[in-house]
């Protein structure tokens, strides 16, 4: 079978593609880079395909040449107070064999995270794909329940484990997917209206 989009087909290829979006969205929050501030004005660890390319970096650089690897353009939230953007991370998905054999080129999956964290130690880890390709939803063993945003076309849902919320946003204009680790339950009550608030200031 050829490479390309066609060879994606049958459970095992949607299974890799799957696993491997999932590790390349979550990925970046263990990675920790430097920012001497907050905003545009502010550096950031630049890293891609997992090689740290620049360890301080301008914002605007950064999203600048993230945009162009990915091929759209890469939002960054309104940061809450004591909160820092440390990492900017694009992610190309692998061209090889499967596990049957058969080659198969997830290159067109092109995915872009940021990497947030407060004074106080919490972490957001905000990854971004192509609007017309969507967040796999989430686990169905981490029970997730489908919320209101507020914002018109946008579907969204969130799931809840000890010490972390994590949300999926599709929408015509972006999909996005955000977890939020806390160290301590008392922050779970406003994980949710947290992340939306974050969602929506995305720009």
Excluded: H, N
Excluded at 35 to 55: I, M, P, Y
Excluded at 59 to 67: G, I, Q, R, Y
Excluded at 98 to 122: E, Q
Excluded at 164 to 188: F, G, H, L
């Amino acid at each position: 079978m050829a490479a390309g989009r066609g060879g994606l087909r049958g459970p095992g290829a949607r299974k890799r593609f799957r696993w491997w979006t999932a590790a390349a969205l979550l990925v970046a929050a263990l990675v920790v880079g430097c920012a001497d501030d907050d905003g545009l004005d502010g550096s950031v660890a630049f890293v891609v395909d997992g090689t740290v390319v620049a360890e301080s970096m301008s914002v605007k650089a950064a999203l600048e040449d993230a945009s162009e690897r990915v091929g759209y353009p890469v939002r960054q939230p309104e940061l809450p107070p004591g909160w820092k953007l440390e990492v900017i991370r694009t992610e190309v998905g692998p061209q090889g064999s499967d596990w049957d054999g058969i080659i198969r080129d997830l290159s067109w999956v092109k995915v872009a995270t940021l990497a947030l964290r407060s004074d106080d130690g919490r972490r957001v880890s905000l990854g971004q794909l192509r609007p017309e390709k969507g967040i796999a939803g989430l686990a169905a063993k981490v029970k997730p329940q489908p919320i209101e945003t507020g914002v018109p076309g946008v579907v969204a849902s969130v799931a809840q484990t000890p010490g972390k919320t994590t949300i999926v946003w599709d929408s015509e204009e972006a999909s996005y997917s955000a977890s939020y680790v806390y160290p301590d339950e008392s922050y779970a009550a406003d994980a949710e209206a947290f992340l939306v608030r974050l969602l929506k200031s995305m720009k």
